[in-house]
């Protein structure tokens, strides 16, 4: 049955109309997929069978990477790699091991895909550690503030009362500062 019943007989014949069948790839052993004569749909069809079972991607890994010997889907492989880094936990010792089984005719792909995925990562947890030394340092330079200002009030002769509000702390902390000033 059509979707667009009201649509004018005339221009129907311009829309499209799409039949899919949707195939649970859990179903097939990986040496039916491998059987494909489809060169990179055998990659795809793996990826997307593997992406959940990180020991499997670990023991298929050249196959999954493997081009068949069309260096013209190199591009298309190194896409499948990063594919398969975003959606496992494989840690970077694991990686480079991995790495060494990657057929030679995309290695250099790869690799270069590889670095930029490590200078990226590198690049990111500097600038989250930059980040946070940035609110650690700005916590502990308004906690310095609040010490000296207690410091100095406490000086002047104001009343722990009067510096708690001012500086908008506990009496508490203002007497163990000035406490600690005595010793």
Do not use: C
């Amino acid at each position: 049955m059509r979707v667009y019943l009201k649509i004018d007989h005339d221009l129907r014949g311009f829309l499209p109309e799409w039949d899919y069948a949707l195939t649970d790839l859990n179903k097939y052993p990986i040496e039916d997929i491998t059987s494909f004569k489809a060169g990179i749909l055998i990659n795809t069809l793996l990826a997307y069978k593997l992406r959940y079972d990180e020991a499997a991607i670990k023991a298929n890994f050249r196959l999954l990477l493997n081009t068949g010997s069309k260096p013209e889907n190199r591009n298309f492989i190194v896409t499948i790699f990063v594919y398969l880094m975003s959606v496992t936990d494989i840690n970077p010792d694991e990686l480079d091991t991995m790495l060494t089984q990657i057929p030679d005719d995309i290695k250099p792909a790869i690799m270069t895909t590889y670095d930029r995925l490590i200078a990226k990562g590198r690049e990111e947890g500097i600038k989250k550690g930059l980040e946070q030394g940035l609110e650690q340092g700005l916590e502990q330079g308004a906690e310095l503030k609040t010490v000296q200002t207690i410091e100095n009030m406490h000086r002047e002769g104001f009343s722990i009362t009067v510096i708690a509000k001012v500086a908008e702390v506990e009496e508490a902390f203002v007497q163990q500062i000035i406490n600690h000033l005595s010793i």
